[in-house]
């Protein structure tokens, strides 16, 4: 057996065969020279791909929203072009070179001409004509490119990294589990995993290595060798030969074990000993969440992250989009609060047809709030599609990575002109809905008295607070080390938060992935934590573990940890204390 160990982001077990999921796959081109006489055939078979590719494109366009339309229309026009397949046939007929090579080599000499343009316009068809060419190139060679939501057998998905753009398209009921070179707890391939239930191990840093020469040596020839990736400690197992019964076994006893606790525990309350009622909510990225959400015991949805419904289509989501999707999460819901956070866009969750800037720094750049405030009509849609939706339920609104009080009542603004907008077209929204804000920067915890006076709420956003605190970027492997949740400064700036808005008298609440550790559960009720979000996934732990915890020792255990001067120090009172589950 061969065990890597990385970060264990969504718990259970799987066993399936390995898939590498790569998003370029260099294509192999081979170079001979033909005979004369075989220019023709070799001709015709560039004509039958030019027509494939233009069938494929135009599929294509008509599976495609209107405004990204741009980008496969120039790619029509590119395979028309007379230069290029002029060149083409140049090279086939004077050098006589196979055609793959012909297209190839063409492609190359025009995109390093356009690439090095100082005009932006040739530089942009230089990705255009690279693009077009690796298609005419994939159908001459009959390669197939698989994506993951064209998966049509069970798999343990290998990747260096997995955009969230290519989660959400994934044919999830065929990804058994993940493993990633890349990541924290807190990257969004890591969030949604968990949201998917799907088990998943990051910050490997070489499984895709070893899964490519386990394939190469010939050791996964058909693709049928099996891995086993552990959601629970963080394990992946190659080669498992003769033990593989064993692990059937232990997927199979595991998932029975997970089925039964979350059936026991769903119906009982989320109560201290000492008769403490917390609310338990669930963190959803998509409407389908919701399914999971109530299964699990959810009693509310504290953090719609409502930026992957821009995400899955790659542009700013219409009104109408937006509205029914809202409308579906708070119906469902049936009465109980949903929390839809305005959209996160920016940092890893880039949409490419929205914004022309390339940014060096985009986890400090237009990310969240600051993206929204710079374009005031696709934030004034999403606030007109939540309002109108509002009607159905119990919504709540929220602002994400709130840094300044200004910023803050800018999207406070913007919200009353969304009103006002509604109202002139007749359309109806619910009174008094409650806007709060996330507290994940670590200005906004030391200011959070001044936010808490236009803040219905607070709900402290640790993946960002961490990654901002500490200087850790959230999805880099080689810095995770130090992505502590313990560190003294992340535990004041939380303190600092919930007492900020005690003061105000407002609510805090926690949606960042330490609500949902059951390591902290106990730390954070002493600390005054008032409501709970996390994947649906982890609630039933987390409720298990309020239950055997009464509020005075956990205000005691708040107390000792106070004093703590480091990470370290903190987890030592904690298992001290017998608060380590
Ligand atoms: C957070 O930062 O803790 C959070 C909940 O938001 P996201 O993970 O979507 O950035
Ligand atoms: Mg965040």
């Not at 890349?182 to 910050?203: D, E, M, Q, R």
């Not at 669930?282 to 949805?301: H, K, M, R, S, T």
């Not at 929220?398 to 009080?405: H, L, R, Y």
């Amino acid at each position: 057996m061969m065990t890597l160990t990385g970060i264990p982001v969504s718990g259970g077990v799987a066993l399936a065969q390995f898939f590498i999921y790569r998003e370029d796959v260099p294509l192999d081109i081979p170079r001979f020279r033909i005979q004369r006489e075989i220019v023709q055939v070799e001709w015709d078979r560039f004509c039958s791909a030019v027509d494939m590719a233009r069938i494929e494109i135009e599929v294509a366009r008509s599976n495609t929203l209107k405004e990204n339309n741009e980008i496969l229309d120039a790619h029509l026009l590119m395979l028309e072009d007379p230069v290029f397949s002029n060149q083409v046939k140049d090279r086939l007929e004077k050098q006589l070179l196979n055609i793959e090579c012909a297209v190839s080599d063409t492609t190359r000499e025009i995109v390093q001409k356009l690439a090095t343009s100082p005009v932006e316009y040739f530089r942009e068809r230089a990705m255009d004509i690279a693009d077009v060419a690796q298609r005419i190139l994939r159908l001459l060679l009959e390669v197939k490119r698989e994506t993951l939501a064209d998966l049509t057998k069970d798999v343990i998905v290998i990747a260096r990294d997995i955009l969230p753009s290519d989660m959400l398209t994934m044919n999830k009921e065929r990804v058994k589990g993940i493993a990633l070179d890349a990541g924290s707890k807190t990257s969004h391939a890591a969030i949604l995993a968990k949201t998917f239930g799907i088990p998943a191990v990051v910050g490997l840093s070489r499984v895709t290595q070893e899964a490519l020469n386990r394939q190469k040596a010939g050791k996964n020839e058909k693709n049928t060798e099996l891995v086993f990736v552990n959601g629970e400690t963080g394990e992946v197992v190659f080669d498992l030969s003769d033990r593989i019964a064993t692990y059937k076994t232990l997927v199979q006893d595991f998932r029975n074990y997970r089925k039964k606790t979350t059936e026991f525990m769903v119906n009982l309350p989320a109560e201290t000993l000492d008769g403490r009622r917390v609310t338990l909510n669930a963190n959803i990225e998509i409407p389908e969440g919701v399914e999971q959400a109530l299964a699990c015991g959810a009693e509310g949805i504290g953090l719609y992250r409502s930026e992957f419904l821009f995400l899955t289509s790659g542009q700013p989501a219409e009104e109408e989009a937006q509205f029914n999707a809202y409308c579906k999460v708070i119906k469902e819901m049936d009465g109980r609060p949903v929390t839809i956070r305005t959209i996160d866009i920016g940092g890893d969750k880039v949409i490419s047809n929205m914004v022309d800037t390339v940014e060096k720094n985009p986890l400090l750049g237009a990310r969240a709030i600051r993206f929204s405030l710079a374009f005031p009509e696709i934030f004034k849609t999403q606030l007109r599609a939540i309002l109108r939706s509002s009607i159905f339920g119990d919504v709540r609104i929220m602002f994400p990575m709130i840094s300044c009080a200004v910023e803050l009542r800018r999207a406070l603004f913007f919200l009353e002109e969304a009103k006002d907008e509604c109202r002139k077209r007749g359309q109806t929204f619910a009174k008094n809905i409650a806007v709060g804000c996330m507290i994940e920067v670590p200005a906004a915890a030391e200011i959070a008295d001044i936010l808490a006076e236009d803040s219905a709420f607070f709900s402290i956003g640790t993946n960002d607070l961490i990654q901002y605190s500490l200087a850790v970027d959230r999805n880099n492997e080689l810095v995770n080390y130090l992505a502590q949740p313990f560190h003294p400064a992340v535990l004041r700036f939380i303190k600092k938060t919930i007492d900020a808005a005690h003061s105000a008298n407002i609510k805090a609440s926690m949606c960042g992935e330490l609500a949902g550790d059951a390591s902290a559960t106990a730390l954070l009720l002493g600390m005054g934590l008032d409501e709970f979000s996390m994947a649906a996934s982890s609630i039933p732990r987390i409720k298990k573990v309020i239950r055997t915890v009464s509020m005075k020792d956990c205000r005691i255990l708040a107390e000792k940890v106070r004093e703590c001067k480091s990470d370290q120090e903190v987890k030592d009172v904690l298992e001290r204390n017998k608060a380590l589950p």
